[in-house]
């Protein structure tokens, strides 16, 4: 398998990855709020501390991803100008666009992968907690009437 595709492969893999765990932090949000009462209207909300650490990672999920998004602009594009600039020389109307610019440092994509698996970390460990959550309302009996059934 050539490199580049092998790398186009990942890299849209890790960036569906990133879609759906933007969703999931996002619907994690909502039945949060769900379950701790969002849709009373009279006496406010009491949000279980379990809900509320997973509020927390899922919270910390939507940053990390952020963070990690904001790093590799930062990062590539100061990779990118500064071998821009080099190959350009003195003519800096030089189009160098398709020209090789080497190969980039190994390191360059380590915060990247870190923040990555530390934003699916969160996630998981805040659906964990929903769960825990769902399962400390489930009468063991099979009595159902937690739930309104």
């Known amino acids: 398998m050539i490199l580049n595709k092998a790398r186009e492969r990942y890299e849209g893999a ?8 933007r969703q999931l932090a996002l619907a994690g ?18 949000i279980p501390v379990r809900l509320l650490w997973a509020g927390i990672f899922l919270a ?8 990690q998004y904001l790093y590799k ?3 590539w594009a100061i990779w990118t100008n500064h071998h821009e600039h080099r190959l350009q020389g003195t003519d800096k109307k030089a189009s160098v666009g398709e020209k090789e610019a080497g190969t980039a440092p190994d390191w360059i994509n380590y915060p990247t992968w870190t923040l990555f698996a530390l934003k699916m970390l969160c996630m998981s460990y805040a659906y964990l907690l929903i769960f825990l959550h769902l399962a400390s309302l489930i009468d063991v009996r ?3 009437s937690t739930f309104g059934i």
């Open 14 to 21: 890790s960036t569906m990855a990133s879609q759906v765990a």
């Open 29 to 46: 949000i909502a039945f949060v709020w769900l379950l701790s009462g969002g849709l009373k209207s009279a006496g406010g909300v009491h």
């Open 60 to 67: 910390a999920s939507l940053s990390l991803d952020l963070l």
């Open 73 to 75: 602009t930062i990062a």
């Open 142 to 144: 099979g009595n159902w």
